[in-house]
């Protein structure tokens, strides 16, 4: 590896993707992927391992969401750059990252040259957007300083996020609760949470609203 590379760890719970875009990246001539982790707490414990320049962190994952693992890597490692990977493009979930300490957020659907351009630009302590999450940014930029207020879903937590996108997706309290790891308790209090903060009285409303607003999309998938 070139003392000039650019070391990058990938983070995403889909093995497919994961190695696809490894694959891809380690043609790059500037760009060496040092290591790749399936989940947030595997990342946790391999970025002290291979103390990369930067990391590739998918959002939406089981065990720990990619939100609260990049939260907990920009405290403990200040100098390692993380860029979020959505399939989602969510003004909720570009907010939350950005705020936990992302430099960058990144669709997956993106070209690999842009993959390319972002984790360059990020190395040279940039910040990069792909063009539809600048646009949003720049929305609530602009909305804040004419003293507006935020849409409903920017109060939702990370977690509050995943149980709506199962939730309107169908998904009943013992799946969610199997699906996200905690207990069915738990993912009432949740959805009880959900409804107060947007409004709504039952799971009908919640799913029209989620719908009507860019939530969620009926087919939303990881």
Do not use: W
Request: proline residues 3%; charged residues 30%.
């Amino acid at each position: 590896m070139a003392s000039d590379e650019i070391k990058v760890l990938l983070v995403d719970d889909h093995k497919i993707f994961l190695d696809g875009l490894s694959e891809l990246l380690t043609k790059e001539e500037a760009i060496s992927v040092v290591g790749k982790a399936s989940g947030g707490r595997e990342a946790l414990k391999l970025v002290p391992l291979y103390n990369p320049d930067i990391v590739v962190m998918d959002i939406t994952m089981p065990d720990m969401n990619g939100i609260d693992t990049t939260k907990m890597l920009s405290q403990r490692h200040p100098n390692i750059k993380i860029i979020a990977l959505s399939m989602h493009l969510d003004r909720g979930m570009i907010s939350q990252v950005l705020e936990a300490g992302a430099r960058g957020y990144i669709l997956k659907d993106c070209s690999i040259d842009e993959f390319v351009r972002g984790i360059k630009a990020v190395s040279q302590d940039l910040v990069y957007l792909t063009p539809k999450a600048a646009k949003i940014v720049l929305e609530d930029y602009l909305l804040l300083k004419r003293g507006g207020v935020l849409a409903a879903e920017n109060k939702l937590s990370p977690r509050e996020m995943e149980v709506l996108r199962l939730l309107v997706k169908g998904d009943h309290t013992k799946s969610i609760a199997s699906k996200l790891s905690i207990s069915k308790s738990t993912v009432d209090t949740h959805r009880k949470n959900i409804m107060e903060k947007l409004n709504c009285a039952n799971i009908a409303d919640l799913t029209r609203y989620a719908i009507r607003e860019g939530l969620v999309g009926l087919d939303d998938d990881d």
